[in-house]
């Protein structure tokens, strides 16, 4: 940890004379620190704090944030706590209403006493920091960011509670996917389940015991939805600002979000540093700015660095003297919607083990722009909130994230003072939500993995559909955290995670279930195959590993092209073109414009309409690729009467669709196809509507062709099978436990969320690159690396 006698020297050098190569220093006097400290902002805009106690360094990291990010964070509060409408006006009611239902509503002293001793204090002083730079903005001390010009408001103050509270960002998963498989089974779907996505392990997924699949009416989540989404500001009046559309949305929708992660650790016979390496890129829904903030911080018994959500005090995932840890999302399931029978000869109540059992209802006021405040009604359930309500059925969310100690990421906390195995293994016990596959090393030499998370037990059903609320499905609470597997040390000297399947072979799925949905395993394949390959690995092999541009399911799909004979001309030139392609789905790419156009937009529609008709083959058109593929490799029996003869059908009419579908975007010449034509990374913020046309240019990133897709390591996955690039790696991060001076970062597409700083885009090329900067650490190497110096002085 930092010493008292380096950070005073650290501190004094603010006040030190002006040498041709010292970064310019500028004082800034703020209210509420308790000593002297400092943001060495570096090249690349990554902020590093030096201060004298705990307090001042997170105090330090939310004033940072707000002089960084203001607007960003300032709207993720304002949406998390239902708060919208009193800025922008009444068409944010809706939306705010929704958010107010997701709230974490138990008792706070509860809350807080889940967490660290430490962490209510770090999170007041963080929020303090945050208040300090908005009442500089009051006092005319600082610039109110553009965006609060163009929308006519100003930024509100903070508590701590709020960053707990707010609950929606912590990607709990699986209510979309009840919802969807039960409508798919009212609609006769039942036979094709595995078509529609992956079950693993093999699971017959069972319609619960009282549940009628067709009373899940096709608008039960548009309050969650609405809820859980970002801030739109659609074109026009705000007044007119309503749902975000496909351009506009801040994020993608929950229902068809695709995040995930990769994440290894190597241990140090196997790595040419002769120490461990951890490598970790989380993939989300790109956005500017991005979702994510990188910070090194450090004060006396405290010096982390890493990455985390910029509204949240610390980081999420990183480093700090001894321990480095990775995350990637563990798909657990932890939420279920519950169905209850309603009565209008009892309104105001649902049925619960036979009787009528009254709905808990608070009545919230929600204040409007430009109008009177509106009184809302809110219902809850024994269960969660109600999200929707028919004449004869009211549907409630269960979600972890209800429980004390559930809020999104907050748990990393526990790892800020880790020192050993053992701590790790405490913080593992105690995490909550979102669902994690935790990777760790250490300077001591150890290695490992676990996955963590609040996971319901249920007993006797699989969570994989809604079920009645009337008592006969209940949660027999959490699973231990130690009931969970590990993998210590391992013998092959790695672990990694990308989201599959990865539970040992042995666990009891069927009366402990987990999930039964993992990611396609076209990931984690390449991945363990690449650090399979090699008896050492460098720094440089693990960046480029998260760079792999190869598509196992490209590979997988391509396979079933082996002897497929047609007389048509366009199916047989995609034939000819994907012949011998080695899945490499590099931006320059031809026979990767074409496999991915197939996979995307022509493969799994076609084959929903060779097995099914009418509604079932248009819910059908939804299946993820994987599953779609499975079924043709295997020829499987629900393909009909013969299978062979459907799958050639199957695909000769979709290579054909796709090459004419190639075509028509890119030109008659294949020679002169590229993938990274079609695969473009561009992005704007969601206030882009409402900045003048003249200077929209400024405040857009991109575009850049790039290499990947959704089921490569370096994911880069498409955003409503436009092809342009939705989301993926904003952040990659590969440490050198113990040397942490040779790690490395990428944060894309910059650290500010100001357009007119260089910092706002300028790693995005690099990021395009799949190249990171140095991620430094010594007070050395950081004053080394610096580009400005911010001497943050007690205001008198």
Known sequence: MIGKAVLTVLLATCAGSALADTPPVDHVAVAGLQAPAKVIVDRWGIPHIRAGNVHDAFFAQGWNAARDRLWQIDLWRKRGLGLLSASFGPSYAAQDRAARLLLYRGDMA?????????????AEAFVAGINAYVGQIAAGHAVLPKEFVLTGTVPDRWSADDVVRIRSHALVGNLADEVERARLVCKGGTPFLTLHRRIEPAHEPRVPAGLDPCSIPADVL???LLGTRGVSFAPGPLAQAGLPDTVWAEN????????GSNNWVIDAAHSATGRPILANDPHRAHGVPSLRSVVDMAAPGLHIAGAGEPSLPGVSFGHNETVAWGLTIFPADQEDLYVYETSAEHPGAYLYQGQWEPFRVVHESIAVRGEGPRDVELAFTRHGPVIHRDGAHAFALRTVWNEPGGAGYFNASWLYRADKWADFTAAHNRWSAPPLNL?????????????SAFIPQRKGWDGMMPVPGDGRYEWQGMMPGPDLPEIRNPAKGFVAT???????RDWPFETRPITFVWSD????????????AKSKFTLDDMTALQTDTTSRLALRATALLNGLETDDADARAAVALLKGWDGNESADSAPAALAEVWLASHLVPITAHAVATGELAKALEDSGAGAVIDWLARGDARLGGDPAATRRAILVASLAEAWRDVVARLGADPARWRWGDLHLAQWSPAIL??????ERGQWTVGPLGVGGSGSTPMATWDARNAYNVGGGASVRMVLDVGAWDNSRIINNPGASGDPDSLHYRDLFPLWAAGRTVPFVWSDAAVMAAADRVIALDPAK
């Open 252 to 259: 993608l929708d929950r229902a068809n979000q695709q995040e």
């Open 521 to 532: 395993p076209s990931r984690i394949d390449e991945i363990e195959a690449r650090l399979s």
């Open 689 to 694: 509507p409402r900045v003048p046309v003249g």
């Open 439 to 451: 990777v760790y090393a250490d300077t001591h030499g150890d290695i490992g993995w676990r996955p």
């Open 110 to 122: 509860a809350e807080w006493a889940s967490y660290p001793a430490e962490a209510r204090d770090e």
């Open 498 to 504: 990308a989201n599959a399947l990865n539970m040992p």
């Open 222 to 224: 548009d309050a969650y």
